[in-house]
C-alpha cells in the first residue's frame, strides 16, 4: 500500500488538539482502509504533518474530514526507504499502530479525557443501611461503572473508596459513558426503591503525567473538582469537552463560569442532558 504524509496549516492549535484529532483519526480509519502511523506538530511553524498508509490520497483526507474536518493542505506519496532513512524504521515511531492502542496507550504524558465518579451519600448511606448492605451497594456501583468503561473503551485509573476515576482516548468516549452509567443507576433505582445509588460524574480533557499506572496533573485535579460541583445523578464537563465533541449530538446546557478551588481563574461548566 502507498506510502503518503500531509501538510496541515494549523495557526493557533495546540499540541492536545492535535493530539485528539489524531486520536479520531485512528477511530476512522479502518473504514477506510487507512492506517495513520505517526504526526509530528511544528508548534513554531503551526504546522502539523501525519504519515500513513493509504490506498489513494483521497482515502487519507476523507478520513480526516470525516473524524474532524482539519484538511490537508497538501498529501504526498513517499518513499518507504526515504522516511527510513530519517525516521529509522517506521514501524517503531511513537505514534504508530502497534505501540498506540486505545487499550494501551503510551506511558508518557498523552491527551486524555479524565472522569471521575463520585457516589452521593456514601457516609449517610452506610449509617442508614450498616456495613454489608452497603458493601452490597458499593460492589452494584463498581460492576455499573466498570461495564460501562468496558463498552466505551474507557480505562479505569483507580478507585477512590466511594467513585472511579477513568481516562478516555477522547472526549466523546468518555461522554457517551457518562451517559451509560447514569442511565444504567436510574434503571437500577427503578428496579430495587429504597436502596438506590446515584452518582455525580466530573469531565475535562488535557495531558496528565502517568506514573506507577496513576495519573496525575492539573487536569486530573480540574476533573475531580468539577465532578464535586455536579449535582446528583448530574454530568458536569468542563468547555474543552464540549467543544471536542461538537458534531457529536450531544446536549450541552451552559451553567456558567465556576471558581473552582486551586484554579486561580474560574472555569466554564456545561452540563450534559442524558434524561432524554
Known sequence: MPLYMDRHEAKGARPEDVAAAHVKDMAMQQKHDVNFITYWFDSDAERIFCLADAPTKEAM????REAHGLIPNEILEVNPGLVADFLGKVEDTAASETNFKPEDPPEESAFRTILFTDMVGST???QRLGDAAA????RAHDKIIRTALDEHRG???KHTGDGIMASFLDASSGVECSISIQRAFHTHAEASPGR?????????AGEPVMEHNDLFGAAVQLAARICDCADASG????????ELCIGKGFLFADTGEQALRGFEDAVRLYEVRWQN
Open 155 to 157: 480505562s479505569e485509573v
Open 124 to 126: 449517610s448511606m452506610t
Open 196 to 204: 438506590s445509588v446515584q452518582v455525580r460524574i466530573g469531565l475535562t
Open 235 to 242: 454530568i458536569l464537563v468542563a468547555n474543552v469537552i464540549r
Open 135 to 138: 458493601m452490597e451497594l458499593l
Open 61 to 64: 483526507e476523507t478520513v480526516h
